[in-house]
């Protein structure tokens, strides 16, 4: 996709600046982050590589239990601001498996494929349309094609994932893992517009699983085989498409900042016609600077009533809407913002991720590795730290506390180690705040400091001391 041709639009301030093109980032400021990310997330249980102890899958990963609490946050936030927070927005969770007419009708089965270049020498297939990032299997130094490699002619490769639906492998049984969560909202449009009782505009909300057989998964878990995304179809009348398109922008764009993606690291696309899907009147992509160059989170794309007209075409059954005022009767147009779970996931890592060094407890200068995760979203809310784990009433007053606030989030409990070890790795865990009971707490240095805690900040690394009877509301405050 040309990075250069833009067609200039017309949008708020703050939108104009991320409009403005700049040049393609090569790696970013953190050098060659990329690696230590990848490693982090493995040491501390974010992502793994799928069965990993068989020589892993390519293009398919295992999120641990630091990385699944991060997404189900993503996830909880992008459904709270999108569908709990909204009177025109409704969710639904639809099937992996579908009737393979879906597909015949939404064009995927005949399209949804990429140009595949075969090298004959060194077996590498590659896209077509990616050779400039690629590089020969036998001289990793050089592309396909710079080497004295023999290519093939591209041919094209469906993206989907075929499978069998019953008992017989024939022909009649064929269907596909959806490449997309959208078709599911397009062909259920009927029945919720019934069952929910919308008028336009309204939207379909769904988070879920996604598969595309890629042909070089790549990227860590940006370009993977099995993903999630979340969609909404915003469905409206054919006039407040253009206007709509906007509005989602926008939109999306607030949602990247509230979940702590850096303002300067977002950029808007606006995809030329030229490489915009035939149907679409207007596509804008979300870009993210990750430390492997600039690349699409997600898609908003004005995709007219292409859908719906397909889909009431091939099943023969009317997916009109009657508009009670104005007693016309038509296919309504859709506005679909389309982001991928995965990559947003990733996003959010690279943003957090930085290194330090610092003056340690023992007055020593060591690296600190921190993930600085927007509290909203961080895996671990808290982590509460009794100072000695040999001291019993140390341990139940910190037990205590963790009973205190675990209805109200995410606590980790942790005894074991110097204390700066203990804070060290709730740094790389990205825990915004830590707890620490300690011999004022129990009311051995005087009635004043009884029932208070040391209260440690993540970011700043700074130490207050705080009541006990404070300290939900404080943190409940601080991580919304
Ligand atoms: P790309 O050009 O990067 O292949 P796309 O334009 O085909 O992406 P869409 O079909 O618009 O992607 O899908 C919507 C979103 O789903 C993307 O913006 C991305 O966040 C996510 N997504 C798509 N393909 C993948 C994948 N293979 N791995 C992870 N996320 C993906």
């Not at 939207?203 to 990227?219: C, D, M």
């Not at 989030?409 to 204390?419: L, N, Q, S």
Request: aromatic share 10%.
């Amino acid at each position: 996709m040309s990075q250069e041709d833009i067609a200039p639009v017309e949008v708020g301030s703050g939108l104009a600046k991320l409009l403005t093109r700049r040049p393609m980032a090569g790696k970013n400021d953190k050098g060659d982050s990329m690696e230590k990310i990848v490693s982090l997330c493995k040491r501390r249980g974010f992502v793994f590589q799928s069965s990993e102890i068989y020589g892993g899958l390519n293009g398919c990963w295992d999120y641990g239990p630091l990385g699944v609490e991060l997404k189900r946050n993503l996830k909880d936030y992008w459904w709270r601001r999108n569908v709990l927070e909204r009177e025109d927005v409704v969710g639904m969770d639809g099937s992996i498996l579908m009737n393979r007419n879906v597909w015949r009708a939404s064009g995927h089965e005949s399209t949804f494929s990429d140009p595949l270049i075969d090298c004959k020498t060194c077996k590498g297939r590659f896209r077509a349309d990616q050779l400039e990032d690629s590089r020969c299997l036998l001289k990793p130094s050089k592309r396909p094609g710079e080497c004295d490699g023999e290519l093939t002619e591209p041919r094209q490769f469906n993206m989907m994932f075929r499978t069998f639906v019953g008992a017989s492998e024939d022909d009649s049984s064929v269907t596909y893992l959806r490449p997309e969560t959208a078709q599911s909202m397009f062909v259920q449009f009927k029945n919720v517009l019934e069952t929910s009782r919308q008028k336009l505009p309204f939207g379909l909300a769904q988070i879920g699983k996604a598969f595309r057989n890629e042909i070089n998964p790549r990227h860590f878990t940006f370009r993977s085989r099995e993903f999630e995304q979340m969609e909404i179809e915003y469905f409206c009348r054919p006039e407040q498409g253009k206007e709509l398109l906007e509005y989602w922008l926008k939109e999306r764009l607030k949602f990247y900042e509230e979940i702590g993606l850096s303002f300067e690291k977002l950029h808007v696309l606006d995809v030329p016609e030229a490489d915009r899907a035939h149907y679409s009147e207007g596509t804008y992509d979300i870009e993210y600077d990750f430390p492997f160059g600039r690349q699409e989170l997600e898609g908003v794309a004005y995709r007219t009533n292409y859908d719906l007209r397909k889909h009431q075409e091939h099943s023969g059954k009317p997916l009109e809407y009657f508009d009670d005022e104005t007693k016309e009767k038509f296919v309504p147009h859709v506005v679909e913002p389309s982001a991928g779970v995965d990559r947003t996931v990733l996003a959010l890592l690279c943003e957090a991720y930085d290194e330090e060094t610092i003056t340690n407890e023992k007055g020593k200068e060591e690296m600190r590795t921190v993930m600085r995760f927007h509290p909203r979203i961080a895996p671990v809310k808290c982590g509460v730290f009794p100072l000695l784990k040999n001291k019993p009433e140390l341990v139940a007053k910190a037990r205590d506390l963790v009973d205190l606030l675990r209805p109200h989030m995410h606590v980790f409990y942790d005894e074991g180690g110097a204390i700066g070890r203990r804070y060290r790795r709730q740094d790389e865990a990205g825990t915004p705040f830590g707890v620490t009971i300690d011999f004022e707490t129990l009311g051995e240095q005087g009635d004043d400091l009884r029932d208070t805690v040391t209260l440690r900040e993540r970011d700043s690394m700074k130490q207050t001391r705080v009541p006990i009877q404070e300290l939900t509301d404080r943190l409940i405050q601080e991580i919304r």
